[in-house]
């Protein structure tokens, strides 16, 4: 009996291991998921501001050849 204890104790306490391992990774994959969506976020806001640059910079070209072609 005392075998059969000491043995169920060494496999619960691997399983323990085990399972804090499996906490350790899903605890980085939740930052790597966070920290992605943060980057997607803030490439959007930047995205969206060069848009806003090339509209401007199209209205820019479009004056300047309506200059060129007055003259």
Avoid: C, H, P, T
């Amino acid at each position: 009996m005392a075998v059969e204890e000491s043995v169920i104790a060494e496999v619960l306490k691997e399983v323990g291991q085990v399972g804090l391992w499996i906490q350790a990774v899903g605890i980085v994959i939740i930052l790597w998921i966070v920290f992605q969506v943060i980057i997607l976020i803030n490439n959007r806001i930047k995205r969206k501001q060069l848009y806003k640059i090339e509209d401007r910079l199209k209205r820019i070209e479009g004056k300047i050849n309506k200059l060129i072609e007055s003259q």
